[in-house]
């Protein structure tokens, strides 16, 4: 995140400062990556690169902090993701072997923090890929993106109870998958 600075950041990069972009960008891009490759995007790259494209076009008309501007990109990514999927549904192709997801998750002692830390790469991917769609977005927003229920709700067209619900009952498979004791 980039903090206090990013209201003048903002403010440089809707006056088309390049170095201003260039901060947002390096800011968001593994973000966004990490989001689409977990999600099984076929092309990550190419689909952050529309969610990019989307940003710049609509940054002369954001208004809001930080929070907010990485609740519009995930917004953007999630719907690149869905016209992604409904491209490959029409052109189907070989399926490609999903890249490896560098997860980054920090903070406290927390149920998703102890799953993420418990596992390697190899073995979150597969455990991610045991979730539904909605719960393997809900955790990858909300712990991997750390983004509020609010934003989350608003990004997957949900309520908030129904984000709850999947988080729960997401973060209790995940954590029953690499837990050899029960769950309570």
Do not use: C
Not at 68 to 83: L, Q
């Amino acid at each position: 995140m980039i903090g206090a600075n990013f209201s003048a950041v903002l403010d440089l990069a809707q006056r088309r400062d390049e170095r201003a972009m260039e901060i947002l960008y390096r800011d968001l891009a593994p973000s966004v990556l990490g989001y689409l490759r977990s999600q099984g995007v076929s092309d990550p790259e190419d689909v952050a690169s529309e969610v990019f494209i989307s940003l710049v076009r609509g940054l002369g008309t954001f208004e809001g902090d930080e929070r907010a501007f990485r609740s519009w990109a995930f917004t953007i990514a999630h719907h690149r993701m869905v016209d992604e999927r409904r491209r490959s549904a029409r052109r189907p192709e070989e399926p490609v072997e999903l890249p490896k997801l560098a997860l980054v998750a920090g903070g406290s002692a927390t149920v998703e923090h102890e799953v993420f830390s418990n596992v390697g790469e190899t073995q979150a991917l597969a455990v991610l890929r045991t979730l539904t769609e909605d719960q393997r977005a809900v955790v990858l927003l909300r712990v991997l993106m750390d983004l509020s229920v609010a934003d989350v709700a608003a990004i997957l067209d949900k309520r908030e109870g129904a984000v709850k619900t999947l988080q729960r009952r997401a973060l209790a498979r995940l954590a029953a998958s690499v837990s050899p004791e029960p769950v309570s």
